[in-house]
């Protein structure tokens, strides 16, 4: 059984963005069936922290986005939009330091989960916003 929500209808109007969207979507499936499987610690701190740099470097290319067409009225998403970013990461750090020293997983699934399901939640709500506002910019 899979556990991750995933929301593939969105359509992200950047192709590379969208592309790292639906990568990152299936990094998370396979970080859950690794965790199902009973796969050891280390097999599990490897793939979160592939996860951790794919979200690096999809939130880095957002983030350049943002700097490149946002102006100063749109300040609020401007911060709610890159607290998202930053909160999933310190998360994600948190989540692989703790397994590291815990050498166990299980305390964390739930983390790992709320840190997917909020990764969704940044597409589905922040990432349709930017969208929005970059073609009102345009
Ligand atoms: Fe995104
Ligand atoms: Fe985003």
């Given amino acids: 059984m ?3 929500i995933i929301n593939s209808d969105f359509v992200f109007p950047n192709p590379e963005i969208d592309a790292q969207h639906k990568e990152i979507y ?3 499936k396979n970080i859950d069936s690794i965790i199902n499987a009973n796969s050891s610690t280390d097999k599990v701190v490897e793939s979160l922290k592939a996860y951790y ?3 690096q470097i999809h939130f880095d290319a957002e983030d350049a986005l943002i700097d490149q ?3 100063d009225q749109d300040n609020k998403h401007i911060y709610l939009h890159r607290s998202s970013h930053q909160d999933i990461l310190s998360q994600m750090a948190k989540v692989i330091s703790n397994i590291e020293r815990d050498k166990t997983v299980l305390g964390n699934v739930f983390s790992i ?3 997917f399901f909020r990764f969704n ?3 589905v709500f ?3 916003q930017l969208a929005s506002l970059l073609e009102a910019r345009s």
Avoid: M
């Fill in 2 to 4: 899979n556990h991750v």
């Fill in 26 to 28: 299936l990094l998370s």
């Fill in 53 to 55: 740099q794919k979200l």
């Fill in 69 to 71: 067409f946002l102006t």
């Fill in 113 to 115: 989960r709320n840190i």
């Fill in 121 to 123: 939640y940044d597409v």
């Fill in 126 to 128: 922040y990432d349709e």
